[in-house]
């Protein structure tokens, strides 16, 4: 074993060719280069499963091409990088790069095709199936990719994949916009927006990848693609729910939408109301205006107690007279439901979900919410094993579903609700009782369901055909274009597209 110590010149060496850099403000989150690396042989998993030696002079090699840390397990940080938000993941990958940029993407991309390695892609590390991180292979962290660049005239941002929503809010905030983001604050904007992206602007401004403009994105060929609807356009069709399938994608540039305040936060009942306020908010929204996005949560409250509630979010003018309804219905424990700025709300369910517990994940998009699925619903969530587990019913519909299913790859867009059955956890022994809990309401369920769930809510133990079916009818031109721009599939560590033959 020897010490390698990076000459500062070093970082001079070897210009890349980028063409496209639309982000370079790194927010001063760039990590300062290691002053000290070990060099050793590393053993790393290859695409086909058998174990490859990488001697030091490659890995060195490796290190000396990246601008970010290259770590192995005998490193410092590397236990630190390789955690994701989800504890039922604990996987060792043998190298993780952790890319200070496009260029160090480039190379990362570039060495996992050339030595052929099995290699997973982090954004904000929260998947709950876990698939930014592997065991034995490389890892493409970018989590310290955070810049953004928001133009308020223009109303759009170019932003790095290591933001998480938080991040990205605050930023748009500060000019009064924002897009459709994820409901929890540390969810990474990477992952969500490459999987559709819903959150309480969906239905006015419909999802995440609805408001995509363009990305930069590394493909498997190491070559990086700039892509709009006009240029690389079936790729960047691809791209708006087609997930990681298709590279690492290394930038992407939003529409930005005029949003600060909103009617915001929650109704809540006790449990013994479920069925009658799940009944009356089903009915209420089917004609509601789509300023409202609007979800309901079985869950238990901070006293112990079981509860319902409705999760409320007005953006625009007369939400007070529209949500009035909702508030005057039934008895409710609690109405917080007041003007607040938007990030508040966006905040609002962080520490429900915090991490390092352990999580199980179903999802089930339904064709209809009738009274009889109100009572499955209502009856597992009264059966969850534990206080921090919840049966969620988000509501679609609104500007979602007014794009075409075949418009993008997200292609459930009929969908009115996704019911979503979430089990969290934190002693590894009761695993089996929480993930058969979750199991259990799936099935319970199973009659109202179009058959698909979010393939971003899939977990990893889910058959080829439920992850066909969650890409829905775009399977077939998506498995074409996979075919097209990553034949080897070296990007597999995902809810994963096979190239077509
Ligand atoms: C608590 C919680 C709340 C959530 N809330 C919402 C919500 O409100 N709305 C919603 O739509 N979803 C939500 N999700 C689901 C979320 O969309 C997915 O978990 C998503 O994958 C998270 O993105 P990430 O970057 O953090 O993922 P990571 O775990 O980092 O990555 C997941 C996968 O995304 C791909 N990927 C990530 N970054 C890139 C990249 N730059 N280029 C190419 N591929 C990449 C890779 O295939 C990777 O395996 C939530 C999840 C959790 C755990």
């Given amino acids: 074993m020897q010490v390698i110590r990076k000459p500062a010149s070093r970082l001079l060496t070897k210009p890349r060719t980028v063409d496209i850099v639309k982000v370079s403000d790194p927010s001063g989150s760039i990590p300062k280069v290691q002053e000290e690396m070990i060099a ?21 090699d490796l290190r000396s091409h990246v601008r970010g840390p290259v770590l192995t397990a005998a490193d410092a940080g590397y236990d630190a990088a390789r955690q994701i938000w989800n504890a039922m993941i604990d996987k060792r990958p043998a190298l993780i790069v952790r890319c200070a940029g ?28 876990g698939t930014a991180v592997c065991d034995g292979g ?10 953004i660049r928001v133009d308020s005239v223009a109303r759009t941002a170019w932003a790095q ?7 990205f809010d605050h930023e748009t905030q500060a000019f009064g916009l924002a897009t459709t983001g994820g409901v929890v604050g540390e969810t990474g904007i990477a992952g969500l927006t490459l999987g559709g992206g819903v959150g309480w602007l969906v239905r006015k401004y419909g999802l995440t990848c609805d408001n995509l403009l363009a990305a930069d994105i590394v493909t498997a060929d190491g070559q990086l693609r700039h892509a709009t609807p006009e240029e690389n356009g079936e790729l960047f069709w691809a791209l708006r729910g087609g997930g990681g399938n298709f590279g690492v ?24 109301a479920a069925r009658d306020v799940i009944c009356f908010h089903r009915d209420f929204v089917a004609s509601a205006p789509e300023e409202l996005t609007s979800r309901v949560g079985l869950r238990t409250a901070p006293d112990g107690q079981p509860v319902v509630a409705l999760a409320l979010c007005y ?12 508030r005057e219905f039934g008895s409710p424990l609690i109405d917080d439901i007041k003007p607040i700025p938007y990030t508040a709300m966006q905040g609002m369910f962080d520490p429900a979900f915090p991490w390092g517990n352990r999580n199980y994940w179903k999802s089930s998009f339904l064709r209809a919410l009738p009274d009889a699925a109100v009572a499955a619903v209502v009856e597992q969530a009264d059966q969850a094993k534990s206080p921090l587990s919840s ?15 075949d418009a993008t790859a997200f292609s459930h867009r009929a969908a009115t609700f996704n019911c979503l059955i979430l089990a969290q956890w934190r002693d590894a022994a009761e695993d089996s009782i929480h993930i058969g809990w979750a199991r259990d309401g799936w099935e319970a369920v199973r009659p109202w369901s179009n058959g698909a769930a979010y393939m971003n809510a899939l977990g990893n133990d889910e058959g080829v055909q439920a992850v066909r079916d969650a890409y829905g009818a775009n399977y077939p031109r998506l498995a074409a274009l996979k075919a097209k721009f990553d034949p080897m599939n070296l ?11």
């Fill in 315 to 326: 953006c625009g003018d007369l939400g007070e007279r529209v949500l009035r309804p909702l």
């Fill in 391 to 405: 049966v969620v019913l988000e509501y679609y519909g609104g500007a979602a579903s007014r794009i075409a299913a």
């Fill in 102 to 129: 496009t260029a160090d993407v480039l190379e990362a991309v570039r060495f996992a095709a050339t030595h052929e390695v099995l290699t997973s892609v982090r954004g904000g590390g929260h998947n709950v199936a």
């Fill in 161 to 167: 994949p290591g933001l998480l929503w938080q991040e």
């Fill in 249 to 272: 994608v290394t930038a992407f540039h939003y529409r930005l939408h005029s949003v600060s305040t909103v009617l915001a936060g929650l109704v809540v009942h006790p449990r013994s």
């Fill in 138 to 147: 490389l890892m493409i962290d970018l989590s310290l990719m955070k810049g």
């Fill in 40 to 60: 050793m042989n590393v053993e790393i998993m290859t695409l086909s499963g058998t174990q490859r030696t990488l001697d030091a002079t490659t890995v060195a």
């Fill in 491 to 501: 990007f597999r560590l995902n809810q994963n597209i096979a190239p077509a033959a």
